[in-house]
């Protein structure tokens, strides 16, 4: 079935330092959604992508599908304590059914 | 209500037990979908309701696990006989269509012991 890699597992970062997370899906995705999940909480929806190469930017966060729309980033550019949290990419199976999750990337900053 | 609602927040039962847990979906979504969460794993898919029928339900483990959406609004996954192993934090998310975007309730965590 299809799989959704995210690498690194868990990055540990100073304030002011930038991150990155990537996503790999195992088959072309006709999109991609991006979610963050607080300490505690649950995953919240950030952005989707549609295009191929598409890049769409959230203040310091950029987000980008590849051309061939299996892979996908974000990068987040000074991060900031309140950046604390796991990234979770997701995207649709070939029956739009449901949304297939990568095991995230867990991102800690320290002030 | 403004989000998605799970009740109970906690829920802590002996192995061998039958429990309910219960998700009050956005008002207007048709598409509602229940994950399981383990710790450090991302959000695993159980099913998929799409109004009242179960469109896809690939996802439930083995037949211990059931769910229904009896109006095609409020929806209870109910697990017979639990086991260590089904302790994790139930998920429900509900959207505007399938496969769009997904707004989660804040999970049953489930312990069982």
């Known amino acids: 079935g299809q799989q959704v890699m995210q690498i690194p597992q868990y990055q540990h970062v100073q304030e002011g330092e930038d991150f990155t997370t990537y996503c790999n899906s195992s088959?072309?995705?006709?999109?991609i959604q991006w979610y963050k999940q607080r300490p505690g909480g649950h995953p919240v929806f950030l952005i989707q992508l549609v295009k191929s190469g598409e890049v769409k930017k959230q203040k310091r966060l950029t987000f980008q599908f590849g051309e061939a729309k299996k892979n996908s980033s974000l990068h987040i550019t000074a991060t900031q304590t309140t950046d604390v949290g796991t990234y979770f990419c997701?995207?649709?199976?070939?029956?739009?059914?449901?949304?297939?999750f990568g095991k995230g990337t867990m991102l800690l900053v320290s002030p | 209500g403004a989000g998605v609602s799970q009740t109970p927040s906690n829920k802590v039962t002996e192995k061998g037990k039958y429990v309910e847990l219960r998700c009050d979906p956005i008002s207007g979504h048709t598409a509602l979908y229940w994950y399981r969460q383990s710790l450090g794993q991302g959000p695993e898919f159980l099913i998929y309701?799409?109004?009242?029928?179960?469109?896809?339900d690939s996802g439930l483990p083995n037949d211990r696990f059931f769910a229904v959406r009896p109006e095609g609004s409020v929806s209870t996954l109910k697990i017979q006989r639990t086991e260590r192993g089904d302790s994790a934090v139930y998920l429900c998310?509900?959207?505007?269509?399938?496969?769009?975007?997904?707004?989660f309730g804040n999970g049953t965590r489930l312990t069982v012991t």
């Open positions: 088959t072309t995705l006709s999109n």
């Open positions: 309701f799409q109004g009242t029928g179960a469109a896809d």
């Open positions: 998310a509900s959207s505007a269509d399938r496969a769009a975007t997904l707004h």
């Open positions: 997701a995207g649709p199976n070939s029956g739009y059914s449901t949304l297939t």
